[in-house]
């Protein structure tokens, strides 16, 4: 049992989880670096500690000086959030070794999961399906690496066994290519994680990418909480996510045994607290295990709105030995939730990151809108970590409705003093294999651009096509406003001089 958390992260998921202790009657810890002294997370928690210089290696993953804070100031729980130490079994060990509570999964779980090779394997046993591949774990040759490149069959993907978020990664269309793709994979793998091992998978052309949300207490009890459509990517990294997916939307039967394999998946490495579990799924709805995240997830808010389950507080609640507070047969996916990440990106130069302070930073309100942040007016967005601002998550009652009320919602959004992707999820709103649910994982990277998008230059036949049977079946006042492009009413100089002249 604990009564103070100390918080080993920082931005909006310090802040979520600083705001759920809070109201479990818990005590926080907040860690910062010298660029975060100022941060939202820093000033919410009940006490804050320097942990080092503004680069992450120095500073948040530094596991011994986040244990020693953890010491000095009596927290007998850590909650490590994404990112940064969430999926490292060695913190999760030392925690456990000084008396702390991880509020997480077991380091055995972090281990099994986070070696790509050995989850497979692992899955494998335990009757999961996987995408044809490798089945060797670790330490496999190029020798071996090409001859079962020939039995697998092209394409196929590289991929690093400690990896993630496409680092490591390579796609191969032929023999041929094989031995240069395969040194640079392995020296950006032994760059990113310290491990050069990969393994191959056969490329599932026009999948798509669902994940579902398990969630396991002390006891054994296990649940799913319906998937996540997260298919709308931009070279591996998410964009924007919805739930629940317009691919499965009312396809009970087919929720259910996906949601039942992927609860599989998490006893076979008897699981603890929160985890998500990915697939891959292709047009005919076979779905085949891609990995699991040992962690919280990024985009768990659109879970929580449809399922009316605070993730964050089961998670403390399971850390401190209570059971679940729901069976599966109580959870419900009600209504239709969206989440745009919204990042300090140029989106009309490549998506380069934009640093700087935030001037003003005014959010969208009304019904059915959240945003997630850590950020604030005069903020400043350093080079250190990543470019997530906030996260914006909107709830319909349909997906029409949360189309249309992010749509507004973007409208509402100022952001001044940064360049954001806000015009990118404006584009993507607009788009109509967007609104028809008709894409893939490439869609982003293979049939969009930004710059045709604003110019209204999309007219292929099939997609009108699309566009004119999703029209029939809508509500006609509603698939009218979602067909109306949207328009933000001035741009941000405007707003400027305008908010200006009004305070004066």
């Not at 209570?322 to 996916?333: K, N, P």
């Amino acid at each position: 049992m604990f009564d103070k958390v100390l918080i080993a992260n920082r931005g909006e998921i310090a802040v979520r989880i600083i705001r759920a202790c809070r109201e479990l009657g818990l005590q926080t810890v907040a860690v910062f670096s010298e660029a975060d002294r100022n941060a939202l997370h820093v000033r919410l928690a009940d006490e804050a500690y320097l942990i080092g210089p503004p680069p992450s290696r120095e500073s948040y993953l530094q596991m011994e000086r986040i244990l020693d804070v953890a010491r000095k100031t009596k927290a007998s729980a850590i909650h490590p959030g994404y990112g940064f130490l969430a999926e490292r079994s060695d913190f999760a060990q030392a925690c456990e070794d000084s008396g702390i509570t991880f509020i997480g999964p077991r380091p055995s779980a972090i281990s099994a999961m986070g070696d790509k090779a050995t989850a497979r394997a692992t899955v494998i046993a335990a009757g999961v399906p996987v995408v044809p591949g490798t089945e060797d774990v670790g330490n496999l040759t190029n020798e071996k690496l090409l001859a079962a490149a020939r039995k697998i069959g092209f394409p196929l993907l590289i991929k690093a066994t400690a990896g993630g978020g496409g680092k490591g990664m390579r796609e191969v269309k032929n023999i041929d290519e094989m031995p240069h793709l395969l040194e640079s994979a392995r020296s950006e793998a032994l760059a990113a994680f310290g491990n050069g091992d990969v393994y191959l998978e056969k490329l599932v052309e026009g999948a798509r990418h669902i994940e579902f949300q398990i969630m396991a207490d002390m006891d054994g009890n296990t649940v799913h909480l319906g998937e996540r459509e997260c298919s709308l990517q931009r070279r591996h990294q998410k964009l924007l996510e919805e739930a629940p997916s317009p691919f499965i939307d009312d396809d009970e039967e087919f929720r259910q045994r996906m949601g039942e394999v992927a609860v599989k998946a998490a006893k076979a490495v008897n699981y603890l607290n929160a985890g998500t579990i990915e697939f891959l799924v292709d047009k005919d709805k076979n779905f085949y295990f891609l990995e699991m995240n040992t962690r919280l997830q990024v985009e768990h808010p659109i879970t929580e709105e449809v399922t009316g389950i605070d993730i964050v507080t089961e998670q403390l609640r399971i850390a401190r030995g209570r059971q679940l507070s729901v069976r599966q047969e109580d959870v419900r996916m009600q209504g239709w939730a969206i989440e745009c990440r919204i990042n300090a990106e140029d989106a009309h130069n490549n998506f380069l990151p934009s640093t700087g302070y935030i001037s003003h930073h005014v959010l969208p309100t009304g019904p059915g809108v959240r945003v997630d942040t850590g950020v604030f007016g005069g903020f400043q967005i350093t080079p250190y970590y990543d470019s997530l601002v906030s996260k914006l998550v909107v709830k319909g009652e349909s997906r029409a409705q949360a189309i249309l009320r992010m749509r507004r919602a973007l409208e509402e959004y100022r952001i001044v003093g940064v360049k954001t992707n806000i015009p990118f999820h404006q584009s993507i709103l607009e788009q109509a294999r967007f609104i028809a649910g008709k894409f893939d994982t490439r869609f982003v990277e293979e049939r969009f651009s930004l710059e045709e998008a604003e110019g209204g230059k999309e007219t292929h036949p099939e997609i009108a096509a699309i566009f004119a049977t999703l029209v029939a079946h809508e509500q006609a006042e509603r698939s009218a406003h979602i067909i109306s492009r949207g328009k933000r009413d001035t741009s941000n100089w405007k707003w400027v001089s305008r908010w200006e002249r009004m305070n004066r």
